[in-house]
């Protein structure tokens, strides 16, 4: 069968050269080649089910695709092999069995959930926002193209949320860095993270605090128009929050309010996220 793993050859050569437990003491067991699909399908559920290491129920569905392939088991023991990798932690492994499994069976009711699984793979990889953060935009792409190519499955709901926490993670990403440089008085490079969350990143949690950072690091460096328009715009949308109380005061120590001031960037968000102006 075009497609497979490397090495899946030689894994099953060595299953068939196992022999399975019988009942009776000193009975004559049975290779595994002479059981049907179903039955060694049902070996690697079980496995899966009830086993410790996934990776010995992985080799009962490869064995189910290299003996009985273009059957109907050897389609499910393939969906099969991806969720067992994904659930061995073995990522690469889970996005090669499942894009093969999109590339042999495009239309197949579990075609949505091979994609999910592939965009799975990258999700659970995110680690702490003080690393890199490129599996997190895999994992935005990989979760977009669940929710785009099937967006009545079971499947796109679960993408979206975890789409969204996703985004948040890079937003978090900016605002650690932009604290950063704010804290060591680097300002004009703390603004151009907490641009970015503003700009790119409003539908997350971090756009209140993102906008109180930039009016405290416009202040620092006198820019007063920028200063009162972006404390304007988090006054319009997040009055509630505690962000703006500390924007309201560190105006109004310098004898300035919140108000849309001046035509650069942040009026230009000011439009949009104010007066709803988008062009």
């Not at 490129?134 to 099937?150: C, S």
């Not at 416009?218 to 009055?239: F, H, P, V």
Request: hydrophobic residues 35%; proline residues 3%; aromatic residues 14%.
């Amino acid at each position: 069968m075009s497609g497979r793993r490397p090495g899946a050859g030689f894994v099953g050569a060595a299953v068939l050269a196992m022999v399975l437990t019988g009942c009776g003491g000193g009975q004559q067991e049975r290779a595994l080649d002479s059981y049907t699909a179903e039955e060694i399908y049902k070996k690697g559920e079980l496995e899966l089910e009830t086993g410790k290491k996934p990776k010995d129920a992985l080799l009962y569905f490869q064995e189910v695709e290299r003996l009985y392939p273009y059957t109907e088991f050897a389609k499910r023991a393939l969906i099969m092999q991806a969720f067992t990798h994904h659930k061995a932690k073995e990522y690469p492994e889970a996005r090669d069995a499942a894009q093969r499994f999109l590339d042999f069976y495009p239309g197949d009711e579990d075609a949505p959930y091979a994609l999910y699984l592939m965009a799975l793979s990258y999700y659970d990889q995110i680690d702490d926002v003080g690393r890199d953060q490129g599996v997190t935009f895999q994992a935005l792409k990989g979760m977009r193209d669940v929710i785009e190519t099937y967006p009545d499955s079971e499947y796109a709901r679960s993408a979206i949320l975890k789409f969204e926490l996703a985004f948040d993670q890079l937003a978090a990403k900016e605002m650690e860095v932009g604290r950063y440089y704010l804290k060591r008085k680097h300002y004009a490079a703390a603004i151009n993270r907490f641009r970015t969350v503003v700009a790119d990143y409003q539908t997350t949690s971090f756009t209140a605090e993102a906008l109180h950072r930039l009016t405290e690091s416009y202040l620092a460096l006198g820019l007063t128009d920028e200063a009162q328009t972006s404390a304007a715009i988090l006054g319009y949308n997040y009055q509630s929050s505690p962000f703006y109380d500390d924007s309201f005061r560190l105006l109004k120590g310098k004898g300035l309010s919140p108000e849309a001031k001046g035509e650069g960037w942040l009026r230009t968000i000011y439009r949009q996220m104010v007066r709803g102006e988008w062009l």
